[in-house]
């Protein structure tokens, strides 16, 4: 039997690296992390400044932020849909480590 120049291990490997399926799940992947490295700095800048939201001359406006609504209420709601969209692009990134290992 003649002797191959690649072995079945160096062919597997060049099939992986070139598998475009490979290559797209990596840029989603890298994508999906910028994209959560941004909800956790938008989140974290939001916590920071929810203070700010009782520094308001309206007596209405600190009556609403003292029984709900108004200014504090819409802050936190808006750092808790931060943090769902980070939890979700955990996900996904968990998603994509796992078809990675699946593909190849």
């Known amino acids: ?12 490997q ?3 690296e070139n598998d475009t399926d490979l290559q797209l799940i990596a840029q989603a992947k890298n994508v999906e992390v910028a994209r959560l490295e941004n909800l956790e700095a938008s989140a974290d800048y939001q916590r920071d400044r929810r203070w700010t939201t ?3 001359p309206n007596p ?3 009556l609403q932020n003292l029984f709900g ?5 819409r802050a936190e709601l808006q750092i808790c849909t931060m943090e769902a969209q980070a939890n ?11 078809r ?4 190849r």
């Open 54 to 56: 009782w520094l308001n």
């Open 100 to 103: 990675t290992e699946m593909r």
């Open 69 to 73: 609504g108004g200014d504090r209420q």
């Open 14 to 16: 060049c099939q992986i």
């Open 88 to 98: 979700a692009s955990r996900l996904n990134l968990v998603e994509a480590d796992i």
């Open 1 to 12: 039997m003649p002797k191959l120049p690649y072995d079945l291990a160096t062919l597997t």
């Open 60 to 62: 209405i406006s600190i």
